[in-house]
Structure formats: structure tokens, C-alpha cells
């Protein structure tokens, strides 16, 4: 199937590793040109390096931490300098901290709204006029299953993601006449650092091994294995090309059928 992809400007966010990652290596091998950004600029750099080599696509690389302001600023700008235009936003960051109610105080819940919701909406501030004007966009936002199911010892990725899909979905309402899409992929359990890091935490607090963690993941899944980051990317190239033209709104999730809900 021909996406559609080639010569189309793509901004991914948070994609040094992970799932931001694996959804730039997808859009380069369909032949988009990328623009990238992740706090630690050596991880970042080789991201970079790798995936032009690998395609020969035109790869540029902002360093930001995307709860600032000013660095989620920079990056759309450096974006928009570099191409004239962004034609796929892919909003992506890491994930807020781990926790339940009496966890958190008030500086907590400001950075995850900074982190998970604010930088959606700044980078689509920047570069959604001009998907209106070239009536031509896709904003795809990474958010988690925890939308449809939340997921317990995770207050703040429940709450901040729940307000990204009211944006999302009432974003996607305003916006729709002029030919861009805004939908949300929500990942299960996929394996990337983070969730291997994750069980290796999980493991020493507990006196077990990371395997034991990681069967406990897969027992609450229907498939009884993570998910693989390409396994994920692949709905975002889908969602960012010509051909998901009529599919907006929506959050889909790829989870090996972790969501036990019926839609
Ligand atoms: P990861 O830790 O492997 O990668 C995260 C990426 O975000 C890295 O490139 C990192 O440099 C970048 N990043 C982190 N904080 C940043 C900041 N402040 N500014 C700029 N860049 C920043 O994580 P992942 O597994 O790829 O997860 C990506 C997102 O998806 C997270 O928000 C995570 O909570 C969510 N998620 C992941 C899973 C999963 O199973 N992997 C499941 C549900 C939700």
C-alpha cells in the first residue's frame, strides 16, 4: 500500500527511543522528512545519524524538554524554519510519574499538565495554521490505554491524558472541513526501555526477577506477550497518511487486547 508519505514533513516528538522512535523509523522508510526532539542530545544525535543513513531522508534534531514553554517553542520553530511547513505532528513525551492521589502535591500535577497536555496543545498552536491553510494535516497524539481503562498507581497519566482526548476530539471536530485529522494511538504494554526499566524497578522493590514482572504484564494480556514498538509505529504511518483521509476523532489502541471494553 502506498502511504503517501514521500516528501511530506513529519515532527515527532520525544523520539531519541521508545515509542516516538519507532513511529520516526516508520515515517522515514515511507520517505517523510523528519524533524525530531528528545531532552539528552547524545541519544538524540544518534537517532538522527541512524535514521538518515539507514533512509537517506533529510533528519533534523532539536534537544528540548517538552514541559518548557520555550523549548516546545523552539522545536516547531526550528521545525518550521528548516521545511516551511509541518505537515504530520506526532505528539509524544514521557510519561508522568508513578503514583496515587496522596502522591502527588501541586508542583507535581503543574509538570504533568506542562508535560502530557500543554505540549500537545503549544506544538499544535504552531503548526496547525498551516495545515488549514494547505488543507492538508495529520496530529497524531500518543497517549496510553489508560484513556479507556485506567490503570491503577497511575493517577496523573489517567487524569492528564483523559483532558489531551478532549482536546483531540474537539480539535478534530474544528478542523475537520479543512482536511486534517487529529487522532490519539494509546500503546499497551510495549516493549521499550521504559517498560523494561519499569520491571527492573518493579523487580528489586519486590525480591523478583524483571522476567517475573514482565509474565505479570503478559497474564493481562489477551495475546501474552508486549507489544513490539513497530507493531505500534505502524498505526501512526497508517493514521499520518493519504489513505486514513476519513478516520478522525478517534483514540485507537494497540494493546494485544488489553482493553477489555466492547468500543
Ligand atoms: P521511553 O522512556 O522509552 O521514551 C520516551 C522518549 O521521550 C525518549 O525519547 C525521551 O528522551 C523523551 N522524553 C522524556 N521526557 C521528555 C521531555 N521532558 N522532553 C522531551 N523529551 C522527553 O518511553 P516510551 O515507552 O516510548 O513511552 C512514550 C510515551 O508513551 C510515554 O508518555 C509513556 O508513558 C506512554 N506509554 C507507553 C507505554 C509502553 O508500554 N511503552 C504504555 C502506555 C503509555
Redesign the pocket.
Known amino acids: 500500500m502506498d502511504l503517501g508519505l514521500r516528501g511530506k514533513v513529519a515532527l515527532v ?10 513511529i520516526a523509523d516508520e515515517l522515514a522508510a515511507e520517505g517523510a522528512t523528519l524533524v525530531l ?4 542530545a547524545d ?2 544525535d544518534a ?1 538522527k545519524q541512524d535514521i538518515a543513513q539507514r533512509t537517506g531522508v533529510d533528519v533534523r534534531a532539536v534537544v ?5 514553554l520555550e ?1 516546545v517553542q523552539r522545536v516547531t520553530t526550528e521545525a518550521l524554519s528548516a521545511f516551511g511547513r509541518v505537515d504530520v505532528l506526532v505528539t ?5 510519574p508513578a503514583g496515587t492521589f496522596e502522591t502527588h502535591d501541586w508542583e507535581t500535577w503543574e509538570r504533568a499538565v506542562n ?2 497536555l500543554r ?1 500537545v496543545v503549544e506544538m499544535t498552536r504552531a503548526v496547525l495554521p498551516g495545515m488549514r491553510q494547505r488543507k492538508w494535516g495529520r496530529v497524531i497524539n ?5 484513556v479507556k481503562q485506567p ?1 491503577d498507581n497511575l493517577i496523573l ?1 489517567n487524569s492528564v ?1 483523559a483532558a489531551v482526548t478532549g482536546f483531540a476530539r474537539t480539535l478534530a471536530n474544528e478542523v475537520a472541513t479543512d482536511g486534517v485529522t487529529v487522532n490519539n494511538i ?10 523494561e ?1 519499569l520491571a527492573t524497578a518493579t523487580a528489586s522493590k519486590e525480591g523478583l526477577t524483571q522476567r517475573d514482572i514482565v509474565s505479570r504484564f503478559e497474564s493481562q494480556i489477551p495475546m501474552r506477550r ?2 513490539e ?1 513497530p507493531e ?1 509505529a505502524a498505526l501512526a504511518a497508517f493514521l499520518a497518511s493519504e489513505r486514513a483521509s476519513y478516520i478522525t476523532g478517534q483514540s485507537i489502541a494497540v494493546d494485544g487486547g488489553w482493553i477489555r471494553g466492547l468500543v
Do not use: H, M, W
Open positions: 516528538a520525544a523520539a531519541s527511543r521508545g515509542l516516538g522512535r519507532a526532539c528528545a531532552r539528552g541519544q538524540l537517532a528540548a524538554d517538552l514541559s518548557k523549548d509524544n513525551a514521557g510519561g508522568p508535560l502530557t505540549s500518543v497517549t496510553s490505554i489508560a490503570v497519566s491524558r494509546l500503546p499497551g504494554y510495549t516493549r521499550t526501555e521504559r517498560v526499566e508486549l507489544g514498538p505500534f
